[in-house]
């Protein structure tokens, strides 16, 4: 399998990795068939801008670069462009992902919206968007 320079970057020197203790928003996603999990922690300030993000991802190379692309899309972003991020933006951001591992980054998109409808949830603000749960049953 082949990654392109971006992927092999982000992996063996990922970004924001780790976890903020009074976090905003934290979400958790996970697919069991290939064992990828994705802690996803989000810091939002009173302008609903993303200060901080950080993630701890137990899972593949591509599983970790997806959520350090990820991190680095949103970090400095308000809440509705987070919200805009797909998982092809991560896929493109990184040069491309073997078609085997696009699943990764469809769980890094995944855990950004989980930890963002934990942040409305807190502050009383409805959830007003669908997070897909597209990757169950996938290898």
Known sequence: MKYSEKVMDHFT???NVGEIEDADGVGVVGNAKCGDIMKMYLKIDENDVIVDCKFKT???GAAIATSSMATELIKGHTVQEA???TNSAVVEALDGLPPVKVHCSVLAEEAIKTALADYYKKIGRPVD???????EGEE
């Open 129 to 135: 968007f669908e997070i897909e749960k597209s990757h």
């Open 58 to 60: 137990f899972g593949c």
């Open 13 to 15: 020197h990922p970004r």
């Open 83 to 85: 919200l805009k991020l």
